[in-house]
């Protein structure tokens, strides 16, 4: 082996030239100089894969027990290693912050989703610079590195298109190359997908057999073999995190037919299939427990007969999804494989980012964003009932009951959100590397968690815990590197001491102990009473005996649990945890919140073209009275299109011309819309077309009246019946002069959404000041900017 000859504790490794005899004329036989030779990783640094799933429990794999079959996990494991109790924070972007950094998800601020964010350090989701990236440090080394599919890290402020991009993945990240969506989830049919910075557009519709998974493993595929093509002695560093299989769960319909009638007998009884075929794996102890169904949970049996089929549907479609995502990581296996070096590279498929979600409601949701407005009651049984068939298609934005998580989660507690209970964090894991793993088709049963995985990969690659990052002094990761483990099955565990926490669920394991208590309830999102911190009801499990956390030992020994609660405090103070948050709603609004916001004011002055602008980047006209105003130039003839959509087919609002005539559309989930229409045609010229909507007042959610004006004379009224309280969309964005994604009106497509005329600006005011409903132009900019 050659020895290494770079200093690589400070990166970039700086450049330290030798000396030489510099001579006068370049053709004196004495000018000579070292050739220049590419950065490299030390000699035999393996590729990396890692493959990141999304809200996916432990009990749905095949490969781990599950009903959805999953061969290429499969497949995998039989080449490698099983770890059966790896573990995860129990949400989204927490767990990918901490694995992408080697450090908890406090630590980086990412204390709970970047949505819900504050000013307290540990859920700022702002990253310290003293805490870089493995991306970075892999890239700064000498790989080539990419991901492609979901990044749900960037602050919630840095998203628009003016970034600052320092917490994109192609900018500060450390990934050369990404291609995929910035937000916790998109529509997988007609996604907001991003190439490094720059939004694009899908290649395809969905009639014409565009899906996100597809085409997020043709990208990858194609890069592979491009890097492999031009760089073959640099490694690779490729993540490949697909917003599968987070809800909506779109997936065409043949692989969820495949599933048909397999689940009818309810989530009770696949519970106990899926843990007598963990037993049979041995993917669990043989003495394992299967934990019982929680009160809150209701049983199969007493679901409604007629949402049955329903709730079968619900499963199916998942199952599919789930089976689809498995097949589209083959494609990127296979590629690497064909291409020779799938020995050398060290593959993490991991299964889960967080228990399965059970944010569907005990129904299951036709529209997820209903629950997430506190409409769930929308969705009645007739209504899902009429809907069955298009679950998971485009017209769905779908997700499965609560009962259906729980199953996935089988043999543990709870589900996504609740990082008290191994339901909530413990995820199965397969890691594959047949150049440095002996075993094949082996288990690994110590304790290890997803901020395991860079200090793994920087110890596999012969590559030091950097000290300095772009000048900046480096905190120590976090996490242990299982490398340990790989060929020494019985090796004790050293990680050894873990604390867990979400929106006050929480829970400490050291050395086979886990304390714990369950604060909240992942499915009840507004209304509810939570319990005071102190008032939690704590629970003590012996994991060396008791691997599924089914009996509880705090009454028999509270000084242990004692000792294990005070533990919990000190790891929390250690790494920011305080102060405990367990607000969800109120944390949507920024100023309750404390973030940053790029919104001032009650006004916002657009352009046309804007775009791809998040519900963050645009004032909130939610549950208030507003008006939006726009100068436009019609040419003879007409014009058509629209002048500002925001949301889209599950849930917004549009002002658009139609036929030449103004018109406003609000879109409640998908399930009502309520349209206003202008009496007469916008005449040839300049003029102002305006939309007041006169909020009802007395809570959230209520309607108001519309009225349409044309140069401040008033054109058309109507009312809207009801409107979205909290979010409109999560994936889908506002549009000025046109409509990206899917459409708030069925009266144009997104092809056919550009406005034909000019548009000059467009204002947004909150609150019922008229401005004599026609706004002076000498006197708009003076008027948006004092407001801002």
């Not at 100089?33 to 429990?57: C, H, K």
């Not at 628009?160 to 990404?178: R, V």
């Not at 400490?508 to 102190?534: C, E, F, I, N, Q």
């Not at 790494?575 to 607000?583: A, E, K, Q, S, W």
């Amino acid at each position: 082996m050659i020895a290494d000859r770079h200093a690589r504790t400070m990166l970039p490794i700086p450049d330290r030239p030798g000396p030489s005899l510099t001579t006068y004329d370049a053709k004196d036989p004495d000018t000579a100089y070292p050739a220049i030779t590419p950065l490299l990783p030390p000699e035999g640094a393996p590729n990396v894969l890692i493959v990141l799933i999304d809200d996916t429990g432990f009990g749905a794999s095949s490969a781990f027990g599950g009903p959805c079959a999953t061969p290429n996990a499969e497949r995998l494991a039989a080449g490698g290693l099983k770890l059966n109790r790896f573990h995860t924070t129990a949400l989204c972007a927490p767990t990918r912050q901490a694995m992408l950094t080697g450090r908890n998800h406090h630590s980086v601020g990412m204390g709970s989703i970047t949505e819900t964010a504050t000013s307290a350090p540990g859920n700022s989701s702002l990253r310290p610079n003293t805490k870089a990236p493995l991306a970075m440090t892999l890239k700064l080394n000498g790989y080539s590195t990419a991901q492609f599919g979901k990044c749900h890290e960037v602050p919630v402020w840095q998203s628009s298109p003016m970034g600052p991009f320092d917490a994109w993945p192609s900018a500060g990240g450390g990934f050369e190359t990404f291609y995929g969506f910035i937000g916790g989830e998109n529509n997988q049919w007609d996604p907001a997908l991003y190439e490094g910075t720059t939004p694009v557009e899908p290649p395809a519709t969905a009639e014409e057999g565009y899906h996100l998974t597809e085409d997020l493993a043709d990208h990858a595929v194609s890069w592979i073999r491009s890097q492999k093509a031009l760089m073959p002695d640099k490694p690779f560093f490729v993540y490949f995190a697909p917003g599968a299989t987070h809800a909506p769960h779109h997936v065409p319909p043949e692989w969820a037919d495949k599933y048909k009638g397999k689940f009818a007998d309810g989530w009770d009884a696949q519970r106990e299939k899926t843990f007598a075929r963990q037993k049979e794996l041995g993917v669990i102890p043989a003495d394992a427990e299967l934990t019982p169904r929680h009160a809150e949970i209701p049983a199969w049996d007493d679901m409604p007969a007629e949402l049955k089929p329903v709730l079968e549907r619900e499963m199916e479609v998942y199952a599919g999804f789930l089976e689809h995502t498995d097949f589209h990581v083959g494609r990127v296996i296979d590629a690497i494989e064909d291409l020779g070096v799938l020995d050398n590279t060290i593959v993490y498929y991991i299964i889960g980012d967080n228990g399965a979600s059970a944010e569907g409601t005990i129904n299951g949701a036709f529209n997820e964003m209903a629950n997430f407005n506190g409409m769930a009651a929308l969705e009645t049984p007739e209504f899902m009932l009429s809907k069955l068939d298009e679950l998971g298609s485009p017209s769905s934005y779908n997700h499965y009951a609560v009962g259906w998580a729980w199953a996935m989660d089988t043999p543990f507690q709870w589900t996504k959100q609740v990082a008290s209970h191994w339901g909530g964090t413990r995820n199965g894991t397969v890691v594959h590397w047949p150049a440095g793993i002996e075993e094949k088709g082996g288990q690994r049963s110590q304790f290890t968690h997803v901020i395991d995985i860079a200090p793994t990969i920087l110890e596999a690659a012969g590559l030091p815990e950097p000290t300095m990052v772009n000048g900046v002094q480096q905190s120590p990761m976090e996490g242990t590197s299982m490398l340990y483990a790989f060929n020494a099955p019985d090796e004790p565990e050293r990680h050894d001491l873990q604390y867990f926490e979400m929106f006050g669920n929480r829970g400490v394991y050291h050395k086979g102990w886990s304390a714990v208590t369950k604060h909240r309830t992942p499915w009840v999102m507004v209304g509810g009473t939570l319990p005071a911190y102190d008032d939690d009801v704590w629970e003590l499990y012996d994991g060396s005996v008791d691997y599924s956390q089914a009996h509880d030992l705090s009454a028999e020994q509270p000084e242990r649990l004692h000792e294990l609660q005070r533990l919990w405090l000190i790891e929390a103070v250690k790494y920011n945890v305080l102060p405990i948050d367990d607000r969800t709603a109120d944390r949507l609004n920024p100023d309750i919140a404390g973030r940053p916001s790029l919104i001032r004011g009650n006004s916002q002055l657009l352009f046309a073209g804007m775009g791809r602008l998040s519900e963050n980047s645009v004032v909130s006209i939610k549950n208030k009275s507003f008006s939006v105003t726009a100068e436009v130039e019609v040419r003879e003839g007409g014009a058509q299109g629209v002048i500002i959509a925001q949301g889209g087919r599950f849930g917004g609002w549009s002002l658009y011309l139609h036929q030449g005539r103004v018109k406003f559309v609000y879109n409640v989930l998908g399930i009502q819309s309520f349209a206003t229409v202008a009496e007469s045609e916008v005449p040839p010229g300049t003029h102002q077309v305006r939309m007041e909507f006169a909020y009802d007042g007395g809570g959230l959610a209520k309607g108001g009246d519309v009225t349409l004006y044309c140069d401040g004379e008033a054109v058309g009224s109507g009312r809207v019946g009801a409107t979205q309280a909290m979010v409109f969309s999560a994936d889908e964005t506002t549009d000025v002069g046109y409509e990206s994604g899917t459409t708030v009106s069925d009266d144009y497509s997104a092809r056919s959404s550009r406005f034909t005329g000019r548009i000059n600006w467009v204002q947004i005011d909150l609150g019922d000041d008229d401005h004599d409903h026609f706004i002076d132009p000498d006197e708009r900019m003076r008027i948006a900017m004092a407001r801002q």
